[in-house]
């Protein structure tokens, strides 16, 4: 699934990282990559603290963000794959955005028998995502479409600031 972060996922290559950094004895200080690896693995760190995950349970999903301004409105896009429109709650405040989704699992008739899987890696169900805004938006004229997958949320600004061109004489 391009597009999405799951924190597990993140967490679970930073504690490999630093295994792999131990497992080859690049923990030394006299080794020539634990700069390197250091640099990676701080990295790594950055990034975790980035996401606020405390809210999340294991089978949520955080999808990756477009943020965009243009002079009258703000734009948010995100993926959210399988989500049906009914299925998605965004809430904004003047300077943040909140998008929350969950997917239907598929149910079988009573009658039907259930096919066995070998594999099945469509576990999540729950998308989570919280965007601060670059400026102050009007949460009340805000609109969203939901095509394809593909969330755009569409927020005017609070205060529209026109620019003008200056000539150099």
């Given at each position: 699934m391009a597009g999405i972060i799951p924190a597990d996922d993140l967490r679970r290559l930073q504690q490999r990282m630093n295994r792999l950094m131990?497992?080859?004895?690049?923990?030394?200080?006299?080794?020539?990559?634990i700069d390197e690896m250091n640099r990676?693995?701080?990295?790594?760190?950055?990034?975790?603290?980035?996401y606020d995950t405390s809210q999340m349970g294991p089978n949520t999903m955080m999808p990756l963000a477009d943020v965009r301004e243009t002079d009258?409105?703000?734009i948010v896009t995100m993926d959210l794959p399988g989500v049906?429109?009914?299925?998605?709650d965004i809430s904004v405040t003047e300077d943040e955005l909140r998008v929350v989704a969950e997917t239907r699992k598929e149910t079988e008739a009573g009658s039907q028998s259930r096919e066995t899987y070998h594999k099945r890696e469509r576990?999540?169900?729950?998308?989570e995502r919280?965007?601060?805004?670059?400026?102050?938006?009007?949460g009340d004229q805000?609109?969203?479409?939901?095509?394809?997958?593909?969330?755009?949320v569409t927020l005017p600004k609070e205060i529209v600031i026109s620019r003008k061109r200056i000539s150099i004489e």
């Open positions: 131990q497992d080859l004895g690049l923990s030394d200080m006299e080794s020539r990559y990676i693995s701080q990295r790594l760190g950055g990034i975790m603290e980035g009258n409105s703000v049906d429109k009914q299925d998605v576990t999540f169900n729950r998308f919280m965007v601060k805004l670059p400026v102050a938006v009007k805000a609109t969203a479409r939901l095509e394809n997958g593909i969330l755009t």
